[in-house]
């Protein structure tokens, strides 16, 4: 691992001086703006303190909030790490694509070369540079790294920073975990291809956040005078947590405030880099997460913040996650939109910010550009599939009505949570017909199927229409617009 520092050192030596160039030139001449997204893994509706978090505050993250617009109504493509991911990449709901879970350090699939990324779209409209620093976890192998899907650049880890075999306390972990573990291979850190150097312990993870941080800083440094697509996808908060010595302690909450602590500093220092370079104007940046939290990992997991359940559920404590975006030019200060938004619409903006063409295959985003204009009257999206597993249909959402279809699902509830990075037990709830008023009660504790007859009528039009798109594994349809993963054999 000190070969990498040692490495990002000498890059952002020689860097610093082309930022210091950089400054000359102002990007005024680009009325493209640099693109940063800054995605979370594993992070509750409530990690933020914008948000309602406690024991901890983001400063940074909160001023990017007051100079920029706060979502509420926040979706993930569906609430688990590559599937979620997948959404963001191509603006596709995953199990249109073939890309569902979490990929495994064996799996011989991947994202489809053939399906377009945000990276590839950007490159095709115009001199767009890009990269991604961080978790890619959308193909293990060469052909689907993120060097094979347009980004120019790629430093991090390949797959979940959980997948290596690291050593739970054997009192309290399962037999059924520890050999989950000892299947996993040593954990790569990637450069470009090419193993860079292996994660072998906690302590080569406590650097992950500031190595990650250090290369988006040079990369926007090095690329100040040009547009860019730069993704930086942390690692944390996905256990196993890992925090430097500069935050190790800092918080209230323990080793989750910590990580925290962190991301709200690597926040700060791609703020800073951008300022430095003159192109803050003109940059939007995106800040979001994969999924909620990992609940059953106890204090060293995140807040749902009241909503209902967390990661792996089709519950809004799985889906809905905190997003800020600011971008000076265009987001009014202090913004605050409670339309409902998904990650898969974040591509389809995009290509209406640059004026690219959507992608020639189907996709489900649609642009929210006129409410980052201000527009409190436009409505993108109305409705909303909830898939989950390979590809069941488990709830369908218009306006504020959500109906929950019938399914089994994982629940925390009820059960101890797990101390000290070792999770506790879950376990399976067959799940009824339900309707729930999103707005009155995001928690989904009421369930109004009997009194609104009606509405339950409706939403099963759309969960009807979902089916005969993408098909249901719970009624046995395969749908009319699937398309398959990449596939090494």
Same mark, same amino acid.
């Not at 495994?104 to 095709?124: M, Q």
């Not at 792996?312 to 605050?336: D, L, N, Q, Y």
């Not at 009155?440 to 369930?447: A, K």
């Given at each position: 691992m000190d070969r990498i520092k040692n490495k990002g050192i000498s890059f952002l030596v020689i860097l610093n001086l082309?930022? +210091? !160039?950089?400054?000359?030139?102002?990007?005024?001449?680009?009325?493209?703006?640099? +693109?940063? &997204? /800054?995605?979370?893994?594993?992070?509750?509706?409530?990690? @933020?303190s914008?948000?309602?978090?406690?024991?901890?505050?983001?400063?940074? @993250?909160?001023?990017?909030?007051?100079?920029?617009? =706060?979502?509420?109504?926040f979706v993930v493509a569906q609430p688990i790490c590559s599937a979620s991911r997948a959404g963001l990449m191509t603006g596709c709901y995953p199990n249109r694509i073939g890309i569902s879970g979490a990929l495994?350090?064996?799996?011989? +699939?991947?994202?489809?070369?053939?399906?377009?990324?945000?990276?590839?779209?950007?490159?095709?409209?115009?001199?767009?540079?890009?990269?991604?620093?961080?978790?890619?976890?959308?193909?293990?192998?060469?052909?689907? !790294?993120?060097?094979?899907?347009? !980004?120019d650049e790629f430093v991090g880890l390949p797959y979940s920073n959980d997948m290596w075999k690291w050593t739970y306390d054997m009192k309290l972990a399962t037999e059924e975990t520890h050999a989950r573990k000892a299947s996993y291979p040593e954990l790569p850190l990637m450069a470009m291809d090419t193993v860079w150097s292996t994660v072998e312990n906690l302590e080569d993870q406590e650097k992950l956040t500031s190595i990650y941080t250090e290369q988006s800083v040079r990369f926007i440094h090095e690329n100040a005078t040009s547009p860019f697509l730069l993704v930086?996808?942390?690692?944390? #908060?996905?256990? #196993?947590?890992?925090?430097?010595?500069?935050?190790?302690?800092?918080?209230?909450?323990?080793?989750?405030?910590?990580?925290?602590?962190? +991301?709200?500093?690597?926040?700060?220092?791609?703020?800073?880099?951008?300022?430095?370079?003159?192109?803050?104007?003109?940059?939007?940046?995106?800040?979001?997460?994969?999924?909620? #939290?990992?609940?059953?990992?106890?204090?060293?997991?995140?807040?749902a913040f009241g909503l209902r359940e967390g990661k792996?559920?089709? !519950?809004?404590?799985?889906? =809905?996650?905190?997003?800020?975006?600011?971008? #000076?030019?265009?987001?009014?200060?202090?913004?605050?939109?409670?339309?409902?938004?998904?990650? /898969?619409? &974040?591509?389809?903006? /995009?290509?209406?910010?640059?004026?690219?063409?959507?992608?020639?295959?189907?996709?489900?985003?649609?642009? /929210?550009?006129?409410?980052?204009?201000?527009?409190?009257?436009?409505v993108p999206r109305s409705e909303f599939y909830y898939y989950y597993?390979?590809?069941?249909?488990?709830?369908?959402?218009?306006?504020?009505w959500k109906l929950i279809l019938p399914h089994s699902s994982r629940t925390y509830q009820e059960f101890l949570p797990g101390k000290n990075g070792v999770p506790g037990k879950t376990g399976m709830n067959d799940i009824p017909l339900s309707l729930y008023d999103l707005q009155?009660?995001?928690?989904?504790?009421?369930?109004f199927e009997m009194l609104y007859p009606e509405k339950v009528d409706e939403l099963m039009e759309i969960a009807k229409k979902a089916r005969q798109d993408l098909g249901d594994d719970l009624l046995g349809m395969e749908g009319k617009n699937r398309r398959v993963s990449g596939r090494i054999e």
């Open positions: 082309v930022g +210091i !160039f950089s400054k000359v030139y102002a990007q005024d001449a680009y009325k493209t703006p640099n +693109i940063v &997204i /800054i995605f979370m893994d594993d992070m509750g509706y409530g990690d @933020l914008s948000y309602g978090a406690k024991g901890y505050m983001t400063p940074n @993250l909160d001023q990017l909030a007051m100079q920029g617009m =706060r979502f509420t109504d495994n350090p064996h799996s011989k +699939i991947g994202l489809n070369p053939d399906e377009e990324t945000i990276a590839e779209l950007v490159k095709r409209k115009g001199n767009y540079k890009t990269a991604l620093f961080g978790k890619w976890h959308l193909g293990n192998r060469k052909p689907f !790294f993120p060097t094979k899907q347009g !980004f930086l996808s942390h690692s944390m #908060p996905h256990v #196993p947590l890992a925090v430097s010595d500069k935050f190790k302690g800092k918080s209230d909450q323990g080793i989750y405030g910590d990580v925290m602590m962190e +991301i709200d500093w690597s926040v700060g220092e791609i703020v800073k880099a951008l300022d430095e370079t003159g192109i803050s104007e003109n940059t939007l940046i995106v800040f979001t997460s994969d999924n909620g #939290p990992w609940l059953n990992f106890g204090h060293h997991a995140g807040s792996a559920t089709s !519950f809004e404590g799985g889906h =809905r996650v905190p997003c800020i975006m600011k971008w #000076p030019k265009v987001i009014k200060e202090g913004g605050v939109s409670n339309k409902l938004v998904s990650t /898969i619409d &974040i591509l389809p903006t /995009i290509a209406e910010i640059i004026g690219a063409e959507l992608p020639t295959k189907k996709i489900d985003g649609v642009s /929210i550009l006129e409410l980052l204009k201000g527009n409190k009257k436009v597993n390979k590809n069941s249909l488990q709830a369908v959402r218009k306006g504020n009155n009660d995001p928690g989904e504790r009421y369930n």
